[in-house]
């Protein structure tokens, strides 16, 4: 086999040559030329070969360097999402369904960042200006300093964006744009990668903030690949139900910030308005308590967060009993059912068992497992759990209760809603000093005795 190509570097003025001689014709200084071997074997364009590249600068982990300076768009939601406002140099990829108001919430931010002095292009793939103009002046947005592009060249978009400048670029979407040297068609799997790739090094090598729109699947994930979501700083996915008013802004990637941290929308006929206290608004219509009702006190993120799990056990006229779910795990829905009929002897064979998180909230936490299983228990029971009680606590399978972390925040913003009793696990790091009675349960046995009696 024919040996690979030397490549001989003069170690004063780093002049590359394919071969030796004893004199640099670069700098003029003899005997300085050595020779230096590939940085990888292989055939030529399937591997580095022997084009080195620039040393990069090192540093140890004791350097400090500062916090990278944000930029916070005045509504309090969003900025709590990012962690704080906007990081300079950050990508963004947004997701949700269609028509939950991906669009409009990122016309208002656009406004509102261009408000706290930020140069902001709004490029859209999907409309043309005069619909985002539309939208903007039924939003009330018509004055704000928002400059609309409708293109879906990325090459164009780039060269524009270079020549610009602009602080932060809103894409939307990603699976309109395309790549003129990928031979794919837009929304492709490699058409969505080489877009996000560009746009994320973009981002880096000019210290510009992109926010990336993302379609979703069926089963509610970003569509594309994968990779997509490794490439950017944070992941952010807009749920919400069409038939409720709220939004929800949910974090759950970010380099500069707290992961699963949300952010609460209410839908008006304005565009969205941010809800300051969440708890307040999804108890709102819960009015008079009736069996199968129990408030949850859950922590998303950094904020604690009160729902209403609603329970439904009726005898089914099928042979298969139905286990519908919505806003939480059907799966542990299964376990819990399981564990009341093995521990506790309480069977729910010939039930159908329905389970919804009032407000279209979704609830993703093992801490509301006691609040489900007290649903279940009321609802089949036909005893309805005092008004101003909160329940949580993580159920193992052997019935025993397991404490949950931040016992305290969870009791606190109960009892600023008015709540005075909680039921919580023995052995959780409860003080009493919220000034709540306090209803500590060894296992579920205990829970089932002395609530319900039922067996």
Request: charged share 20%; with cysteine; net charge neutral.
């Amino acid at each position: 086999m024919a040996k690979a190509s030397a490549n001989f570097v003069c170690q004063s003025c780093g002049n590359a040559t394919s071969k030796w001689s004893g004199r640099c014709d670069a700098c003029g200084e003899w005997n300085s030329i050595t020779e230096e071997v590939p940085l990888s074997q292989g055939p030529g364009g399937k591997t580095l070969g022997a084009t080195r590249g620039r040393k990069v600068a090192l540093s140890d982990l004791a350097t400090t360097e500062a916090a990278p300076p944000r930029t916070a768009s005045r509504i309090e939601e969003l900025d709590r999402v990012l962690g704080g406002g906007l990081v300079p140099g950050s990508a963004i990829l947004v997701g949700g369904d269609p028509g939950i108001g991906k669009s409009t919430l990122l016309l208002q931010a656009a406004a509102a960042f261009a408000r706290a002095g930020q140069k902001v292009i709004y490029a859209s793939g999907e409309e043309a200006r005069a619909q985002v103009r539309m939208r903007a002046q039924r939003l009330g947005l018509g004055e704000a300093n928002v400059q609309l592009a409708a293109e879906t060249n990325l090459r164009d978009i780039l060269t524009t964006l270079e020549a610009e400048k602009p602080g932060l670029v809103i894409v939307d979407s990603i699976q309109t744009m395309w790549v003129d040297n990928v031979a794919s068609a837009p929304g492709s799997v490699a058409q969505v990668r080489a877009a996000a790739h560009e746009l994320t090094t973009f981002a880096k090598r000019q210290g510009t903030s992109v926010i990336m729109v993302g379609h979703v699947t069926k089963d509610g994930q970003i569509a594309g690949p994968r990779v997509v979501e490794h490439m950017v700083d944070t992941v952010l996915y807009f749920e919400g139900e069409r038939g409720h008013q709220f939004r929800i802004l949910r974090s759950v990637k970010n380099r500069f910030g707290p992961a699963d941290e949300i952010g609460v929308f209410e839908m008006t006929g304005g565009g969205l308005a941010e809800v300051l206290n969440p708890s307040a608004l999804f108890l709102s219509e819960r009015g008079t308590p009736a069996p199968g009702s129990v408030v949850f006190s859950g922590i998303e993120g950094t904020r604690p967060v009160l729902v209403e799990f609603q329970a439904l056990v009726a005898p089914t006229p099928q042979s298969q009993p139905r286990r519908s779910v919505v806003g939480w795990d059907g799966g542990r829905l299964a376990m819990i059912l399981a564990v009341l009929e093995a521990r506790c002897g309480i069977p729910f064979a010939g039930l159908d068992v329905y389970l919804n998180v009032a407000g279209g909230m979704k609830i993703n936490e093992p801490a509301a497992d006691l609040a489900v299983a007290a649903a279940l228990l009321s609802a089949r029971e036909d005893i309805a759990v005092p008004p101003e009680t909160v329940v949580f606590g993580e159920i193992s399978l052997s019935g025993a209760l397991r404490p949950v972390g931040q016992t305290e925040n969870r009791l606190k913003e109960a009892q600023k809603l008015g709540f005075s009793n909680a039921i919580l696990p023995k052995g959780g790091k409860a003080t009493g000093k919220s000034g709540m009675s306090l209803s500590q349960m060894p296992d579920l046995v205990t829970l089932v005795g002395e609530m319900f009696g039922a067996g």
